[in-house]
């Protein structure tokens, strides 16, 4: 079910990993922002999108792991954007993005799978300003939608995952103190808050959002375990990431 969260801003929730399906109105139409995660909820959201009765324009995914890069033949052959990084790691990474899905949801249509296009540089479609940072994904944007006071952040800022730092690059505590700097200043002017994955934030709980990543990024740096209520009892799954995360931070 899509629930609108902002002037033009949709969102749906799949059951994987609470996933954020996003849809946002431009200009000529819909924007569909990092759409999945099932086959099943693929085809849920384009009947959702035809309640809405406008049409899809364009595709934007926030970054290149497989669970933003998908698609469905419903949404139609339209273009779909990345940052330019962004794309290219997501045609370097197609084939282990595809085999990832597979193994992951049923029913996704894995022939289109990562099959993005650099986004201009005028933001083409995608309304709002692109804020790009090397944070968790090489390329990966946040979506500011200053005028409807809605941020995008992609996977950052969500109350179920830990900062996932990317194991591939150096200095990921780095990348993570600039990306959420950044994050900060536009969240200043916004009110409500969609990560890829979890609840959307609004009001206070925002700001609850970046302190709560900052202080995890800030026990990094300091060389301390971070005390983090995402890491609760319920949260095994994360403690993998998480020890990964330890070790990047120490070798750094
Ligand atoms: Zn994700």
Redesign the pocket.
């Known amino acids: 079910m899509l629930t609108q969260v902002g002037d033009g801003v949709w969102v749906r929730q799949s059951a994987w990993v609470w996933?954020n399906s996003i849809v946002v109105r431009g200009e000529d139409g819909l924007i569909l922002v990092d759409p999945g995660i099932d086959g099943s909820e693929l085809n849920q959201l384009a009947e959702d999108l035809d309640r809405l009765g406008i049409p899809v324009v364009a595709g934007f995914s926030t970054h290149p792991?497989w669970?933003?890069l998908l698609w469905h033949a419903r949404f139609g052959d339209v273009p779909r954007y990345a940052t330019p990084a962004g794309a290219q790691a997501a045609r370097d990474a197609r084939e282990r993005a595809q085999a990832m899905a597979a193994q992951s949801a049923s029913g996704i249509p894995l022939e289109l799978i990562g099959l993005v296009t650099p986004l201009p540089a005028d933001g083409g479609p995608v309304p709002g300003e692109i804020l790009e940072h090397q944070a968790h994904a090489v390329g990966h944007a946040a979506v500011l939608l200053a005028d409807r006071g809605v941020l995008l952040a992609g996977?950052m800022l969500s109350d179920v995952l830990i900062p996932l730092l990317d194991a591939g690059r150096p200095d990921q505590v780095g990348a993570y103190e600039t990306a959420l700097d950044r994050l900060g200043e536009a969240a200043r002017h916004v009110d409500v808050l969609v990560p890829?994955?979890g609840e959307v934030a609004e009001g206070p709980e925002v700001a609850a959002r970046l302190a709560a990543d900052h202080a995890y990024i800030d026990a990094l740096r300091r060389g301390e375990e971070p005390l983090d209520a995402r890491l609760g009892t319920d949260a095994d799954w994360l403690s993998g990431p998480h020890q990964s995360n330890l070790e990047q931070a120490r070798g750094r």
């Open positions: 996933t792991h669970d933003h996977d890829g994955h």
